[in-house]
Nanobody, 125 residues
Framework: VQPVESGGGAVQAGGSLRLSCAVSGRTFAMHSTGWFRQAPGKEREFVASANWNGASTSYANSVAGRFTISTDYAENLVYLQMNSLKPEVTAVYYC???????????????????WGQGTQVTVSS
């Protein structure tokens, strides 16, 4: 079952947004969840990921310290809190499930299979 993203929108630079990813408990059990983004004319890139219980996380260097990924395992939700937003982070943000399960927070696009439809984030200067 594909995950469903929400929470995107348009904000001014310096603002914050929190994205949510609703995942299927059965499908995502013990798997990592990752956030990726794709800007117009660019390839999809890794943003952040967390293992199944949120104990292990990984971030792209460009967002470390400003973005935070968290999980609500009981509610089957994964969040991406984005602070101090800059125009260059404007993109469609996708949530995805890792192919493998375990305690690793995977990062590579090829390590993820189920993808959501994405949610647009637009940051204006």
């Amino acid at each position: 079952v594909q995950p469903v993203e929400s929470g995107g929108g348009a904000v001014q630079a310096g603002g914050s947004l929190r994205l949510s990813c609703a995942v299927s408990g059965r499908t995502f059990a013990m798997h990592s969840t990752g956030w990726f983004r794709q800007a117009p004319g660019k390839e999809r890139e890794f943003v952040a990921s967390a293992n199944w219980n949120g104990a292990s996380t990984s971030y792209a260097n460009s967002v470390a310290g400003r973005f935070t990924i968290s999980t609500d395992y009981a509610e089957n939700l994964v969040y991406l809190q984005m602070n101090s937003l800059k125009p260059e982070v404007t993109a469609v943000y996708y949530c995805a499930k890792s192919r493998l399960y375990g305690d690793t927070a995977f990062r590579a696009i090829g390590e993820f299979d189920y993808w959501g439809q994405g949610t647009q984030v637009t940051v204006s200067s």
